[in-house]
């Protein structure tokens, strides 16, 4: 079956860094469209980016444009999302996410952003 297994998350401080990974099994991976969300305390879930097939385009929220990356290994059946200089306002639960088969969602991974 289809599963999304993330990690990387933790506590950093404001204008850190991290780096969170998900390794995809179960799908075509490296024939899908591959996206990270993410979803604070009390609001709604929101997408960070996309990435296409061979990585060569993607996408980010206004929120993130400039201080986080999309990568993708499709050896490794691994999508990347570097986050850089890290904000309060990026604390959320961060998902890996795939179109295949209607949709499927990670499990997530926590990520903090606090003095």
């Known amino acids: 079956q289809v599963q999304l297994v993330e990690s990387g998350g933790g506590l950093v401080q404001p204008g850190g860094s991290l780096t969170l990974s998900c390794v995809a099994s179960?799908?075509?991976?490296?024939?899908?469209?591959m996206s990270w969300y993410r979803q604070a305390p009390e609001k709604e879930r929101e997408l960070v980016g996309t990435?296409?097939?061979?990585?060569?385009?993607?996408h980010y929220a206004d929120s993130v444009k400039d201080r986080f990356t999309i990568s993708r290994d499709n050896a490794k059946n691994t999508v990347i999302l570097q986050l850089n200089n890290l904000k309060p306002e990026d604390t959320a639960v961060y998902f890996c996410?795939?179109?295949?088969?209607?949709?499927?969602w990670g499990q997530g991974t926590q990520v903090t952003v606090s003095s």
């Open positions: 996410y795939t179109t295949y088969g209607g949709g499927r």
């Open positions: 990435i296409n097939p061979a990585g060569s385009w993607t």
């Open positions: 179960g799908f075509t991976f490296r024939i899908s469209y």
